[in-house]
C-alpha cells in the first residue's frame, strides 16, 4: 500500500485504473476532465489496459457506456453538471438495461445562472434514475468508493449502474493524502466483471432494451429495478464489511460522527460534512451534545439506519447543498419521510440551504444552525428554511446589481 | 461496383431470416428493405435500434431477428453501436470471447433520427471510424408518429404538419452527401424495390471495413397515402423518375449504379401519392410541378 497526494479526480481515476476497467467513454466538461486526461495518459503509456473513445457528447457518451456494460465490458466514465444533464435521457434508458457500470461525477452547480463551481443539484436530478448513488467527502473515500460501486453494481442481487459523486473544486481539485491500495488486494476483492446473461454474443443471441406493450409488463420491469435498488443497502453492508476486512476503511451507508450522545445533529452529503465534523468537536468543546450523519448512499437510501440514528435525538438541522424550486431541500424531504411515524422519538427537523454554487458554509454558521435548532427542539416547532446567507454577501451582490444597472443607464444613453 | 454474386434475381438468397407478423404497417418499404437486407447480413449481427417505426419490430417477447438487438434512444443510435463494437473488440483482444462470437454491429434508423437528431451521433461514430454498418429506412417524415414532416420530407409534399395548398415549404436534405463529405468506407442509396441493387451494396458493405451506410427510400402507405399493394411499383417509379438517383460512394468517388435511361416524368411518381394529390386537385400546381421537375433534371444534367 502507498499513500500519495492525489486531487480527487486523480483518486477517482485510480479507482478506476485499479478497478481494471476496461473501456472508457469519455466527453470532457469542468471540473471533471482530469479524470479522463489522466486515465487516458495511463493508456497511453501502457500504464492502464483500457479503451478510451471521446463521443460527441455526454448523451452518446451515457449510450455507449451502457451499450458496452451490456456487451459485456467492464466499463468506467465521468462528467459534471450540464453533461450530466445533457445525457439524462440515457441516464434513465440504460438504468433499466440492468448492465452495471461505474459513472463518476463531478458535482456542479447548475446553470441558470451559469457556474463552474459546486453543489448537488446535478447528482439530485438522476435520483429516481436506477442508477445507485455514493456520495464522497474525502478523496480516498472516492478512490474506495469506485471499487465498492463496481462490487454493489455487479452484485447478482442489484445489477444496477452507479453514480460515485465528488464535489467539483473542493475535492476533485484538492490534494488530500491517498492510499492506493495494493492491486493483487483489488483483484481479491473486486474479480473481473462477470456479465452473466446479459451480453452480446453470436452463439446466444439476445434482444435487450426492448418494447413494452402496456403498463403491465412495464410496471414489473420498473419495480424490480427498484427492489434491486433495495437490495444494494444489504448488499453493501457486506461488501463494506468484506472492504474493511480487506483494506482497514469503513464505510457505511451513513457516515455518522460523535452522534451517540449527541442531542442535536447536522445532516449533510458530500465535502462540506467535514466542515460539520470540524465543527462539531468545537461545539463539543464548548460543551455542547452535538453530531454529524452524512449519508453516503442516497439511492438507495439508508431509511432505517437513519431512524436509528436520529431516533430519540432533540433537533436536527438538515444542510442542504442544493434546492428544489418550490419545495426546498431535497435531503430534508427525504429525511422527513423516513422518520416519519417516529413519534415522540422524532426529532424537530431545521431545514437550512447552503453551499449553492461552491459558496462555503462557515464555522459560525454551524455554530448558529445548531443554536437555531437547539432552540426550535425547545419551543417544539420548527422555523422556516432558511438560505445561508450573510449580510455583506448581500451587501456584495447589492453592489453588482448597482453596477449592471448603471452600465445599462450608461448604454442607454449613449444610443 | 466490383465483383458480385448477385448478377441475376435468382441469384438472390431464397430463404428468408427476418420473422413475420411485425407490427410492421401492411406494405411497408422499411421492411421490405430490411428484409432483403438481414437475408444477406445473415444472423451473426446486433441491430442498434433508434427511436423510430422499427423500434416496435422487437417487443417483449417477441422479437424477428434471429441474431441480437439493442434499442437506444432516438439521437444516439451510433454511439451505442460504438460501445457494442468497443466491447467486442476488447473482449476479443484480451482473449475473453472466441473469435466466432463476434457479431457485424448494425445500426437501424429512420429517417427522423438519421437526418436530424442522430445526425451528430453519426458524424462522431464516422470521426472515429468505427467498424459498423448503418442502415436509415427513409420514409420521407416522422412516420411512427402519424408522418409529420423531417429534415427527409421533399419539397411540396403534404404531411400531417404541412397540411397547405404548398405542402411542405423546404426541401429534402441530402443525407448521402453529408456522409459522403465526412469521407466514410462506402455510402449508398437503395431502395427494395430494386432487390438486385440493394443486395450488391450490402454485399460490398459487409465486404468492408469502417462506418458504412445505407439509405434505403421507404415508401410509406399511410405516410404517402397509397395502397399497400403499390410500394413496389412506387419504389421503382421514384428510380425510374429520378426522384431517387441509385448511387454509392467509394473511396473519394460517387458512382450511380442505375442510370434510369429514358427517365419517366416525376409526375407519374407524385401522381401515386395521396400526399401529393393537392399539386394535381383541383387544379394543377404547374408551377410547383415544374419546380419539382426542374430540381430534378438539374440533378441528372449535373451528374452527366
Known amino acids: ?415 | 461496383m466490383s465483383e458480385t454474386r448477385f448478377k441475376r434475381m435468382k441469384d438472390l438468397p431464397s430463404g428468408h431470416l427476418l420473422g413475420s407478423g411485425t407490427p410492421m404497417c401492411a406494405g411497408c418499404g422499411g421492411l421490405e428493405a430490411l428484409h432483403e437486407i438481414y437475408d444477406i447480413l445473415g444472423e451473426k449481427t446486433v441491430f442498434v435500434n433508434a427511436a423510430g417505426c422499427m423500434t416496435l419490430l422487437s417487443v417483449y417477447p417477441f422479437t424477428p431477428f434471429r441474431g441480437s438487438w439493442l434499442y437506444t434512444a432516438m439521437a444516439s443510435a451510433p454511439a451505442g453501436a460504438q460501445g457494442v463494437r468497443d466491447a467486442l473488440d476488447i473482449l476479443l483482444q484480451k482473449g475473453r470471447m472466441a473469435p466466432t462470437d463476434d457479431l457485424e454491429v448494425v445500426v437501424l434508423t429512420g429517417d427522423g433520427a438519421a437526418y436530424g437528431m442522430g445526425l451528430s451521433a453519426t458524424s462522431g461514430a464516422i470521426e472515429r471510424g468505427l467498424d459498423f454498418l448503418y442502415v436509415c429506412y427513409d420514409n420521407e417524415g416522422y412516420g411512427n408518429t402519424g408522418q409529420q414532416y423531417s429534415g427527409a420530407t421533399p419539397h411540396g409534399a403534404r404531411t400531417a404538419t404541412s397540411t397547405g395548398a404548398r405542402g411542405y415549404p423546404g426541401y429534402k436534405k441530402d443525407l448521402f452527401s453529408i456522409l459522403a463529405a465526412h469521407r466514410p468506407a462506402y455510402v449508398a442509396t437503395a431502395i427494395g424495390a430494386e432487390p438486385l441493387d440493394l443486395a450488391r451494396k450490402v454485399e460490398q458493405a459487409k465486404g468492408l471495413k469502417g462506418p458504412r451506410f445505407i439509405i434505403a427510400l421507404s415508401p410509406c402507405p399511410t405516410g404517402w397515402d397509397y395502397d399497400p399493394k403499390d410500394t413496389v411499383e412506387i419504389g421503382r417509379l421514384a428510380v425510374r423518375s429520378g426522384v431517387w438517383p441509385l448511387k454509392e460512394y467509394r473511396d473519394g468517388k460517387v458512382t450511380h449504379t442505375k442510370i434510369p435511361g429514358a427517365r419517366l416524368p416525376v409526375e407519374d411518381y407524385l401522381k401515386t401519392q395521396g400526399r401529393f394529390a393537392h399539386l394535381f386537385t383541383p387544379q394543377r400546381n404547374e408551377a410547383l410541378l415544374g419546380e419539382i421537375q426542374g430540381r430534378v433534371d438539374a440533378y441528372w444534367q449535373a451528374v452527366g
Request: glycine share 8%.
Open chain 1, 1 to 415: 500500500m502507498t499513500r500519495i497526494l492525489l486531487t480527487g479526480n486523480r483518486a477517482a481515476a485510480w479507482g478506476a485504473r485499479l478497478a481494471r476497467a476496461d473501456y472508457l467513454p469519455a466527453f470532457p466538461i469542468t471540473p471533471q476532465t482530469e479524470i479522463i486526461e489522466t486515465i487516458g495518459s495511463w493508456i497511453d503509456s501502457g500504464e492502464m489496459d483500457c479503451r478510451m473513445a471521446t463521443l460527441e457528447s455526454e448523451h452518446s457518451m451515457i449510450t455507449a457506456a451502457g451499450a458496452a456494460a451490456a456487451t459485456g465490458a467492464r466499463v468506467f466514465t465521468a462528467t459534471s453538471s450540464q453533461g450530466l444533464l445533457y445525457g439524462m435521457e440515457m441516464i434513465y434508458t440504460v438504468a433499466g438495461w440492468r448492465a452495471p457500470f461505474v459513472l463518476v461525477n463531478v458535482s456542479r452547480g447548475l446553470a441558470s445562472p451559469l457556474t463552474l463551481e459546486p453543489d448537488h443539484n446535478d447528482v439530485l436530478a438522476t435520483r429516481d434514475s436506477g442508477f445507485l448513488q455514493i456520495h464522497c467527502a474525502t478523496c480516498q473515500e472516492v478512490l474506495d468508493s469506485i471499487l465498492m460501486a463496481y462490487r454493489l453494481g455487479e452484485d447478482a442481487r442489484v445489477r444496477l449502474p452507479v453514480i460515485v459523486n465528488l464535489d467539483g473544486f473542493y475535492l476533485s481539485f484538492t490534494r488530500e493524502p491517498v492510499e492506493t491500495p495494493d492491486p493483487a488486494a483489488v483483484d481479491g476483492f473486486l474479480p473481473p466483471y462477470d456479465p452473466e446473461n446479459v451480453r452480446f454474443r453470436a452463439s446466444a443471441p439476445l434482444s435487450q432494451a426492448v418494447v413494452v406493450l402496456g403498463g403491465s409488463p412495464y410496471s414489473y420491469f420498473r419495480y424490480e429495478s427498484h427492489l434491486a435498488a433495495l437490495n444494494a443497502l444489504e448488499a453493501h453492508e457486506e461488501i463494506a464489511e468484506e472492504f474493511a476486512r480487506t483494506f482497514g476503511r469503513t464505510y457505511g451507508a451513513l457516515d455518522t460522527y460523535r452522534t451517540e450522545d449527541a442531542e442535536i445533529v447536522f445532516v449533510m452529503m458530500g465535502s462540506f460534512a467535514t466542515k460539520a465534523r470540524e465543527a462539531v468537536d468545537r461545539l463539543r468543546q464548548a460543551g455542547r451534545p452535538v453530531g454529524c450523519v452524512r449519508p453516503r448512499l442516497l439511492r438507495p437510501f439508508p431509511e432505517e439506519g437513519l431512524r436509528r440514528a436520529l431516533a430519540g435525538k432533540r433537533g436536527v438541522a438538515v444542510i442542504d447543498q442544493n434546492i428544489s424550486m418550490g419545495k426546498g431541500g431535497v435531503l430534508y424531504g427525504e429525511l422527513a419521510s423516513a422518520l416519519y411515524g417516529l413519534g415522540q422519538a422524532a426529532p424537530v427537523l431545521v431545514s437550512f440551504i447552503g453551499g449553492l454554487g461552491g459558496r462555503d458554509i462557515s464555522a459560525e454558521e454551524f455554530y448558529e444552525m445548531a443554536a437555531v435548532t437547539r432552540s426550535a427542539a425547545e419551543q417544539g416547532t420548527a422555523p422556516p428554511p432558511r438560505l445561508l446567507y450573510t449580510l455583506d454577501e448581500l451587501r456584495e451582490v447589492r453592489k453588482l446589481q448597482a453596477i449592471a444597472h448603471v452600465e445599462r443607464q450608461g448604454l442607454g444613453e449613449e444610443s
